[in-house]
Each structure stands twice: as structure tokens, then as C-alpha cells.
């Protein structure tokens, strides 16, 4: 019998399908370290982080109109343009704000299902079942937020991923060390092997004592985070009051050599200050 030769055709291309393709949500670009590129990175893990499932251009988009209503509104109010650009630049940044604060909370969250969620693991690899399934299994029983990137997780797992890379996109997403530790001790388990339930149960253990131990840092610290804030705060509140009292309070004080300058190296001295406050509870936010 002759052998048959069995020709392998490449699968053509189909564009009346693309639609179905998922659009790229973000707009930084891998391997560029640029401050542009960190400022889209930034933006592209808030709107990951934040569990927003909006897109990105629309937050956009809401920035813009939101920077245009606020500036409006102050401009009908006032009828000063310096009121009205200040006006507009809050009004710019403001659903960011509201992003940070929901990120904020789902991350409080996430880190406060942990501890349960990996006890529950432990219970579920007792009856002995393979790492995968005891994922499988937790993620049907855990409630969002964390139930839902479990989720992801274990329909990753299905589709074929790897479990260390699709541990390491659950960190990601969620954007808490906690869980990125979880990512690690799995993954190293399933390369050396050992006893998953004492690992887990360790895990556990570990995790409790930094919520304990963050909880007495946060009521430790909470009157200088409040200081912080207010600094931060009462200046542009106080500005923003003596311009609504008397509309032309900011034109008056700009149009003086003394009352420019001090202007100017007070709003040079709160950014700096601002900068500085926000590294320090950036650093704080990462110890979750």
C-alpha cells in the first residue's frame, strides 16, 4: 500500500468575523519605559483594577465632558475665566477620582475575601483533588469581587493557560500583593511539589497577620493621613470659597505684583506637596 501524503492547508482569513474579536483596552505598549507610556500604564490599571466594565475611551470621553460641565457651570456662575479654567481642570480629573475610589474599595475587599477564600482552597485539596479543580470548585462558592476574577481564572484554566500564568493575571488584575504571594507559593508548588494543604493553611495564617498588622498601622497613622489630606484640601477650598463670596477676588489678587507671586509659589509648593503626599500613600496602598 502506498503511504498518502496528507497536505496541511493554512486556514484563510475570514475579516467578516474580526467583529467578534474583542477590542485591545489598553494604551500603553510593552517594552517602552517613557513617562507617556508609564502615565497609559497608570490609566490602563486603574481601569483594570478598578473592575470598571467601561472603556477606557469612554472614561475619556466622561473626563472631557465632565472638565467642560464643571467649567460651564462656573463660568455662568462667575463670569471669570480664571475661575472657570480652575473649574474645568477639577472638573477634568474628577472621574478619575471617583475610579481611584472604587479600586480603592474593591481592593479593601478582595484583600479582607482572601484569607477565607484560600481556608476554603485547603478544605477543597484535603479531599484530594488536583490544584486546578479545587479552583474550579472555590471560585463557584467565593462572592464578588473576588468570585468573579476567580472566574476568570478558572475559565482561563480551561481554555488551556497555564496555572502559574493565570495566577500571576489574577494578581495582576486585582492588583494586591496578598494574592500575588497566593501566585507564587502555587506556582512553586506545582514545579517542587509538597504538601498543598499545609501550604495553603500557612498561607492562610501569613495573610491574617498583615490584615491585623495594616489595621494597626491604618489606626496608627490615621490623624497624619487626615493631616495630610486637609493640606491638600483646605487651600483650594479656601480659595474656591472667597471666589464665590466675591467674584472678583482672584482677579484683585492676580492683579498685584505681591499677590501674583505668592499666587504662584503657593500653587508650585502644593503640587510638590500633593506629589509628595500621593507617593506616600501610594507606598502605603502597596503594602495590601
Given at each position: 500500500m502506498e503511504n498518502e501524503t496528507v497536505t496541511?492547508?493554512?486556514i484563510p482569513l475570514r475579516p467578516e468575523f474580526a467583529g467578534i474579536l474583542r477590542d485591545q483596552l489598553e494604551f500603553s505598549r510593552a517594552g517602552i519605559s517613557s513617562t507617556e507610556e508609564k502615565i497609559n500604564r497608570w490609566y490602563d490599571d486603574l481601569i483594570l483594577?478598578?473592575?470598571a466594565s467601561i472603556h477606557p475611551a469612554v472614561v475619556l470621553m466622561l473626563c472631557l465632558l465632565s472638565a467642560i460641565?464643571?467649567?460651564?457651570i462656573m463660568f455662568v456662575v462667575q463670569e471669570n475665566l480664571l475661575s472657570a479654567a480652575m473649574a474645568t481642570s477639577l472638573g477634568g480629573v474628577?472621574?478619575?477620582?471617583v475610579l481611584m475610589m472604587v479600586r480603592m474599595n474593591r481592593q479593601n475587599k478582595i484583600l479582607n475575601q482572601t484569607p477565607a477564600m484560600i481556608e476554603e482552597l485547603?478544605?477543597?485539596a484535603k479531599t484530594g483533588r488536583s490544584l486546578e479543580n479545587c479552583l474550579l470548585m472555590v471560585a463557584q462558592d467565593t462572592p464578588a469581587p473576588l468570585g468573579t476574577e476567580l472566574q476568570l481564572c478558572a475559565r482561563r484554566l480551561q481554555m488551556g493557560v497555564s496555572i502559574r500564568e493565570a495566577l500571576q493575571q489574577l494578581?495582576?488584575?486585582t492588583g494586591l500583593v496578598s494574592l500575588n504571594i497566593l501566585s507564587m507559593a502555587l506556582s512553586v508548588h506545582q514545579q517542587t511539589g509538597g504538601d498543598l494543604v499545609h501550604v495553603l493553611e500557612r498561607l492562610s495564617r501569613t495573610i491574617r497577620d498583615r490584615l491585623m498588622f495594616l489595621g494597626r498601622l491604618r489606626a496608627a497613622t490615621i490623624a497624619s493621613r487626615a493631616t495630610a489630606i486637609l493640606m491638600l484640601i483646605v487651600p483650594p477650598g479656601i480659595l474656591?470659597?472667597?471666589?464665590?463670596r466675591d467674584p472678583e477676588y482672584f482677579t484683585n489678587l492676580m492683579a498685584a505684583e505681591w499677590g501674583k507671586n505668592l499666587t504662584?509659589?503657593?500653587?508650585?509648593?502644593?503640587?510638590?506637596?500633593a506629589l509628595w503626599i500621593m507617593r506616600i500613600l501610594k507606598n502605603t496602598q502597596r503594602a495590601l
Amino acid at each position: 500500500m502506498e503511504n498518502e501524503t496528507v497536505t496541511t492547508l493554512p486556514i484563510p482569513l475570514r475579516p467578516e468575523f474580526a467583529g467578534i474579536l474583542r477590542d485591545q483596552l489598553e494604551f500603553s505598549r510593552a517594552g517602552i519605559s517613557s513617562t507617556e507610556e508609564k502615565i497609559n500604564r497608570w490609566y490602563d490599571d486603574l481601569i483594570l483594577q478598578s473592575g470598571a466594565s467601561i472603556h477606557p475611551a469612554v472614561v475619556l470621553m466622561l473626563c472631557l465632558l465632565s472638565a467642560i460641565t464643571f467649567g460651564g457651570i462656573m463660568f455662568v456662575v462667575q463670569e471669570n475665566l480664571l475661575s472657570a479654567a480652575m473649574a474645568t481642570s477639577l472638573g477634568g480629573v474628577f472621574p478619575l477620582g471617583v475610579l481611584m475610589m472604587v479600586r480603592m474599595n474593591r481592593q479593601n475587599k478582595i484583600l479582607n475575601q482572601t484569607p477565607a477564600m484560600i481556608e476554603e482552597l485547603a478544605r477543597a485539596a484535603k479531599t484530594g483533588r488536583s490544584l486546578e479543580n479545587c479552583l474550579l470548585m472555590v471560585a463557584q462558592d467565593t462572592p464578588a469581587p473576588l468570585g468573579t476574577e476567580l472566574q476568570l481564572c478558572a475559565r482561563r484554566l480551561q481554555m488551556g493557560v497555564s496555572i502559574r500564568e493565570a495566577l500571576q493575571q489574577l494578581s495582576y488584575r486585582t492588583g494586591l500583593v496578598s494574592l500575588n504571594i497566593l501566585s507564587m507559593a502555587l506556582s512553586v508548588h506545582q514545579q517542587t511539589g509538597g504538601d498543598l494543604v499545609h501550604v495553603l493553611e500557612r498561607l492562610s495564617r501569613t495573610i491574617r497577620d498583615r490584615l491585623m498588622f495594616l489595621g494597626r498601622l491604618r489606626a496608627a497613622t490615621i490623624a497624619s493621613r487626615a493631616t495630610a489630606i486637609l493640606m491638600l484640601i483646605v487651600p483650594p477650598g479656601i480659595l474656591i470659597f472667597f471666589m464665590v463670596r466675591d467674584p472678583e477676588y482672584f482677579t484683585n489678587l492676580m492683579a498685584a505684583e505681591w499677590g501674583k507671586n505668592l499666587t504662584i509659589a503657593a500653587v508650585f509648593l502644593e503640587f510638590i506637596g500633593a506629589l509628595w503626599i500621593m507617593r506616600i500613600l501610594k507606598n502605603t496602598q502597596r503594602a495590601l
